[in-house]
């Protein structure tokens, strides 16, 4: 027996490994050729021009995925390869540039999060988070990254006069009860299964029994309320017509729920 014959099965183990990536690589190819016509048909109806990026999809997948490896794989794995493919698909489909307020982009933390789910796209920073709104008023396809409790609300725009609403949230991953990021965006809002609708109510501490978080922004406050809401739907209706300058700021897909 020679010196080299204990490794003939590592050596095995390895070109399995080299072969599997030789089929990841293909499926990887296929799968960012079925991106290209998903592109061609967006430009063809015109649904690209408001913003490549589509929230809802994108949590009916990692919902789907994260159940189907029935804990064989991290789902902390699972988001951050998925998120670098979902985040090419988007830039191939369109250029996406992300607004953020300068004191934002200082916290590490913060810039990492951010990083990771939007892999490599272009940032623009500004003096504030209204000003990073505002950006959105001119720049369709454009998202904003704004924190949850920051003073935004004031530069909050509503859709009918061409405002960015929110679209999203971060962490993907349900870390406590409150997002620390709100994504905004021009993309059509839909349904993904388990959502909330967000409203912009004036004050402080208001008496909502049914709301899943609130979070101040300046003299505003930021609930949540679950489900995917029509203006008409009962609960929503009667925030609305409760509390006086109330607006819809947006709904988004719930965080993914991880169980140990």
Request: net charge negative; hydrophobic share 45%; glycine share 6%.
């Amino acid at each position: 027996m020679t010196a080299s014959s204990p490794d003939i099965p590592l050596v095995a183990l390895r070109r399995e490994i080299d072969l599997i990536d030789d089929q990841v690589l293909h499926l990887l190819i296929q799968r960012f050729v079925a991106t290209e016509r998903v592109r061609a048909s967006k430009a063809q109806d015109g649904t690209i021009s408001s913003s490549p990026f589509r929230p809802a999809r994108e949590a009916v997948i990692m919902r789907r995925l994260t159940a189907e490896s029935e804990g064989r794989l991290p789902p902390e794995l699972l988001v951050r390869l998925w998120r670098v493919i979902l985040s090419a698909s988007i830039q191939l489909q369109a250029p996406v540039t992300l607004h953020m307020d300068a004191a934002l982009g200082q916290d590490l933390s913060t810039r990492i999060l951010i990083a990771q789910h939007f892999c490599g796209m272009a940032v623009v920073l500004h003096p504030s988070p209204k000003d990073a709104l505002a950006a959105l008023l001119t720049a369709q396809g454009d998202l904003a990254v704004i924190a949850t409790s920051s003073d935004w609300a004031q530069g909050f725009a509503p859709r009918e006069k061409g405002g960015a609403q929110v679209i999203g949230t971060l962490p993907v991953l349900m870390h406590g009860n409150q997002p620390q990021l709100l994504i905004f965006g021009h993309a059509e809002p839909q349904a993904s299964g388990d959502d909330e609708t967000l409203v912009l109510i004036p004050g402080q501490d208001l008496d909502i029994v049914s709301n899943l978080w609130q979070a101040h922004s300046g003299t505003y406050t930021l609930v949540s309320l679950p489900g995917f809401l029509e203006a008409a739907a009962p609960l929503l209706h009667d925030v609305l017509t409760r509390f006086p300058g109330a607006r819809i700021a947006g709904s988004a897909p719930r965080p993914l729920k991880v169980f140990p």
